[in-house]
Protein backbone atom coordinates (compact mmCIF):
# COMPACT_ATOMS: atom_id res chain seq x y z
CA UNK A 1 0.00 0.00 0.00
CA UNK A 2 0.90 3.30 0.13
CA UNK A 3 1.91 5.35 2.87
CA UNK A 4 3.36 8.85 4.40
CA UNK A 5 4.90 8.96 7.61
CA UNK A 6 6.40 12.00 9.42
CA UNK A 7 6.38 12.95 13.29
CA UNK A 8 3.53 13.71 14.81
CA UNK A 9 4.25 16.46 16.47
CA UNK A 10 7.89 18.68 17.30
CA UNK A 11 8.57 21.05 19.83
CA UNK A 12 11.54 24.15 18.63
CA UNK A 13 12.35 27.32 20.03
CA UNK A 14 11.84 31.03 18.45
CA UNK A 15 14.73 31.85 16.54
CA UNK A 16 16.10 27.84 16.20
CA UNK A 17 16.17 25.76 13.44
CA UNK A 18 13.80 22.58 12.81
CA UNK A 19 13.86 19.87 10.65
CA UNK A 20 10.67 18.04 9.79
CA UNK A 21 11.12 14.47 8.18
CA UNK A 22 8.86 12.86 5.82
CA UNK A 23 9.15 8.86 4.41
CA UNK A 24 6.71 7.50 1.74
CA UNK A 25 5.81 4.70 -0.12
CA UNK A 26 3.95 5.15 -3.21
CA UNK A 27 3.24 3.92 -6.26
CA UNK A 28 5.11 5.58 -8.41
CA UNK A 29 6.50 9.28 -7.89
CA UNK A 30 5.14 12.27 -9.52
CA UNK A 31 6.88 15.03 -6.73
CA UNK A 32 6.17 16.01 -3.04
CA UNK A 33 4.77 18.93 -1.54
CA UNK A 34 5.07 20.49 1.80
CA UNK A 35 1.99 22.65 3.10
CA UNK A 36 1.67 24.21 6.39
CA UNK A 37 -1.65 24.40 7.70
CA UNK A 38 -2.74 26.14 11.19
CA UNK A 39 -6.06 24.96 13.46
CA UNK A 40 -8.93 25.41 11.69
CA UNK A 41 -7.67 26.76 7.98
CA UNK A 42 -6.96 25.17 4.81
CA UNK A 43 -3.55 24.40 3.55
CA UNK A 44 -1.23 26.83 2.52
CA UNK A 45 1.26 25.68 -0.26
CA UNK A 46 5.28 26.09 0.67
CA UNK A 47 7.09 23.50 -1.72
CA UNK A 48 7.10 21.60 -4.61
CA UNK A 49 10.16 19.10 -5.19
CA UNK A 50 10.66 16.54 -8.09
CA UNK A 51 14.05 16.29 -8.42
CA UNK A 52 16.48 15.70 -5.83
CA UNK A 53 18.13 17.84 -3.70
CA UNK A 54 17.73 21.08 -2.05
CA UNK A 55 14.81 23.81 -2.94
CA UNK A 56 15.35 27.17 -0.54
CA UNK A 57 12.76 29.23 -0.29
CA UNK A 58 13.18 32.70 2.12
CA UNK A 59 13.08 30.81 5.14
CA UNK A 60 11.96 27.42 4.69
CA UNK A 61 13.65 24.71 2.57
CA UNK A 62 13.08 21.68 1.33
CA UNK A 63 15.15 18.74 0.62
CA UNK A 64 14.24 15.47 -1.65
CA UNK A 65 15.98 12.12 -2.05
CA UNK A 66 14.10 9.62 -4.08
CA UNK A 67 16.05 6.42 -3.78
CA UNK A 68 15.57 6.87 0.04
CA UNK A 69 12.26 7.79 -0.44
CA UNK A 70 12.64 10.53 1.54
CA UNK A 71 12.13 14.51 2.28
CA UNK A 72 12.74 17.24 4.89
CA UNK A 73 11.14 20.93 5.43
CA UNK A 74 13.79 22.86 7.24
CA UNK A 75 12.70 25.79 8.77
CA UNK A 76 15.16 28.45 10.04
CA UNK A 77 14.46 31.30 12.32
CA UNK A 78 11.79 30.29 13.79
CA UNK A 79 8.99 32.59 14.44
CA UNK A 80 5.80 32.30 16.83
CA UNK A 81 3.50 32.54 13.73
CA UNK A 82 5.69 29.15 12.28
CA UNK A 83 3.62 27.52 14.87
CA UNK A 84 1.06 24.95 12.92
CA UNK A 85 0.74 21.73 11.10
CA UNK A 86 3.20 20.66 8.31
CA UNK A 87 1.41 18.08 5.79
CA UNK A 88 3.75 15.92 3.47
CA UNK A 89 1.75 15.35 -0.14
CA UNK A 90 3.11 12.52 -2.59
CA UNK A 91 1.96 12.89 -5.98
CA UNK A 92 1.78 9.40 -7.24
CA UNK A 93 1.56 7.82 -10.91
CA UNK A 94 -1.85 8.39 -10.92
CA UNK A 95 -0.97 12.23 -10.15
CA UNK A 96 -3.07 11.64 -7.18
CA UNK A 97 -1.76 13.55 -3.88
CA UNK A 98 -1.02 10.58 -0.71
CA UNK A 99 -1.51 12.75 2.56
CA UNK A 100 0.89 12.85 5.07
CA UNK A 101 -1.04 13.16 8.92
CA UNK A 102 1.29 15.88 9.24
CA UNK A 103 3.75 17.10 11.91
CA UNK A 104 2.34 19.86 14.45
CA UNK A 105 4.91 22.24 14.97
CA UNK A 106 5.21 23.97 18.83
CA UNK A 107 7.33 27.16 18.70
CA UNK A 108 8.34 28.01 22.70
CA UNK A 109 9.21 31.89 23.24
CA UNK B 1 -4.12 35.37 -6.91
CA UNK B 2 -4.99 31.67 -6.76
CA UNK B 3 -7.64 32.51 -4.24
CA UNK B 4 -10.39 29.95 -3.56
CA UNK B 5 -13.38 30.79 -1.19
CA UNK B 6 -15.47 28.39 0.12
CA UNK B 7 -19.16 28.87 1.81
CA UNK B 8 -20.34 29.30 4.32
CA UNK B 9 -17.46 28.71 6.29
CA UNK B 10 -18.97 26.84 9.20
CA UNK B 11 -22.54 25.40 9.64
CA UNK B 12 -24.36 23.79 12.44
CA UNK B 13 -28.04 20.92 11.31
CA UNK B 14 -29.85 18.55 12.96
CA UNK B 15 -29.49 15.27 11.97
CA UNK B 16 -31.57 13.97 8.43
CA UNK B 17 -31.22 17.44 6.87
CA UNK B 18 -28.87 18.76 4.01
CA UNK B 19 -26.43 20.83 3.65
CA UNK B 20 -24.29 22.51 0.74
CA UNK B 21 -21.44 23.46 0.67
CA UNK B 22 -19.84 25.76 -2.38
CA UNK B 23 -16.40 26.11 -3.61
CA UNK B 24 -15.31 28.76 -6.13
CA UNK B 25 -12.02 30.09 -7.77
CA UNK B 26 -12.46 33.89 -7.61
CA UNK B 27 -9.48 34.97 -9.78
CA UNK B 28 -9.00 31.96 -11.78
CA UNK B 29 -10.51 29.15 -13.98
CA UNK B 30 -10.76 25.88 -12.39
CA UNK B 31 -11.55 22.58 -14.45
CA UNK B 32 -10.89 20.43 -11.77
CA UNK B 33 -11.70 20.50 -7.84
CA UNK B 34 -11.16 18.41 -5.49
CA UNK B 35 -13.18 17.82 -2.17
CA UNK B 36 -11.60 16.61 0.97
CA UNK B 37 -12.80 15.97 4.61
CA UNK B 38 -10.10 15.96 7.77
CA UNK B 39 -11.12 14.60 11.13
CA UNK B 40 -9.22 16.20 14.03
CA UNK B 41 -5.77 15.65 13.84
CA UNK B 42 -5.89 13.42 11.21
CA UNK B 43 -4.60 13.63 7.62
CA UNK B 44 -6.61 15.18 4.28
CA UNK B 45 -9.13 12.34 2.96
CA UNK B 46 -9.64 12.69 -0.13
CA UNK B 47 -13.46 12.46 -1.11
CA UNK B 48 -14.16 13.10 -4.54
CA UNK B 49 -12.18 14.63 -8.16
CA UNK B 50 -14.58 17.29 -9.54
CA UNK B 51 -14.46 18.01 -13.26
CA UNK B 52 -16.13 20.66 -14.84
CA UNK B 53 -19.43 19.05 -16.58
CA UNK B 54 -18.86 15.72 -16.41
CA UNK B 55 -19.70 13.56 -13.23
CA UNK B 56 -17.47 13.74 -10.34
CA UNK B 57 -15.23 10.57 -9.44
CA UNK B 58 -15.29 9.62 -6.51
CA UNK B 59 -12.91 7.63 -3.98
CA UNK B 60 -13.37 4.16 -2.64
CA UNK B 61 -15.89 4.30 0.49
CA UNK B 62 -17.17 7.72 -0.57
CA UNK B 63 -20.89 7.32 -1.04
CA UNK B 64 -21.77 9.29 -4.34
CA UNK B 65 -25.86 9.26 -3.56
CA UNK B 66 -24.84 11.18 0.52
CA UNK B 67 -22.53 13.33 -0.95
CA UNK B 68 -23.42 14.96 -4.00
CA UNK B 69 -21.08 16.76 -6.11
CA UNK B 70 -21.74 19.72 -8.59
CA UNK B 71 -19.32 21.81 -11.10
CA UNK B 72 -21.17 23.65 -13.27
CA UNK B 73 -19.28 26.00 -14.23
CA UNK B 74 -15.64 26.18 -14.44
CA UNK B 75 -15.38 28.38 -11.15
CA UNK B 76 -18.08 26.42 -9.01
CA UNK B 77 -18.17 23.31 -7.36
CA UNK B 78 -20.75 22.46 -4.55
CA UNK B 79 -20.68 19.24 -2.43
CA UNK B 80 -24.13 18.28 -1.27
CA UNK B 81 -24.39 16.16 1.89
CA UNK B 82 -27.73 14.86 2.35
CA UNK B 83 -29.38 13.34 5.00
CA UNK B 84 -26.86 14.42 7.25
CA UNK B 85 -25.69 12.54 10.46
CA UNK B 86 -23.47 13.21 13.41
CA UNK B 87 -20.72 10.94 11.63
CA UNK B 88 -20.75 13.56 9.10
CA UNK B 89 -19.36 16.26 11.48
CA UNK B 90 -16.06 16.91 10.03
CA UNK B 91 -14.00 19.66 7.89
CA UNK B 92 -14.63 19.93 4.61
CA UNK B 93 -11.71 21.11 2.38
CA UNK B 94 -11.99 22.23 -1.17
CA UNK B 95 -9.21 22.59 -3.57
CA UNK B 96 -8.62 23.92 -7.01
CA UNK B 97 -6.26 23.41 -10.20
CA UNK B 98 -6.77 25.96 -12.44
CA UNK B 99 -7.26 25.06 -15.93
CA UNK B 100 -3.83 25.73 -17.52
CA UNK B 101 -1.70 24.25 -14.72
CA UNK B 102 0.08 21.16 -14.93
CA UNK B 103 -1.01 18.19 -13.37
CA UNK B 104 2.04 18.21 -11.19
CA UNK B 105 0.93 22.17 -10.34
CA UNK B 106 -0.33 22.63 -6.86
CA UNK B 107 -3.84 22.50 -5.91
CA UNK B 108 -5.31 26.03 -4.18
CA UNK B 109 -7.10 25.47 -0.92
CA UNK B 110 -10.36 27.03 -0.15
CA UNK B 111 -10.64 27.82 3.97
CA UNK B 112 -12.72 24.61 4.63
CA UNK B 113 -16.05 24.07 6.24
CA UNK B 114 -16.41 23.11 9.54
CA UNK B 115 -19.85 21.08 9.49
CA UNK B 116 -21.45 19.65 12.64
CA UNK B 117 -24.57 18.04 12.83
CA UNK B 118 -26.86 17.58 15.78
Known amino acids: GQNIDQPTEMTATEGAIVQINCTYQ??????LFWYQQHAGEAPTFLSY??LDGLEEKGRFSSFLSRSKGYSYLLLKELQMKDSASYLC??????????WGAGTKLIIKP | GAVVSQHPSWVICKSGTSVKIECRSL??????MFWYRQFPKQSLMLMAT?????????EQGVEKDKFLINHASLTLSTLTVTSAHPEDSSFYIC??????????????FGPGTRLTVL
Open chain 2, 95 to 108: SARPTLAGVTDTQY
Open chain 2, 27 to 32: DFQATT
Open chain 2, 50 to 58: SNEGSKATY
Open chain 1, 26 to 31: TSGFNG
Open chain 1, 49 to 50: NV
Open chain 1, 89 to 98: AVMDSNYQLI
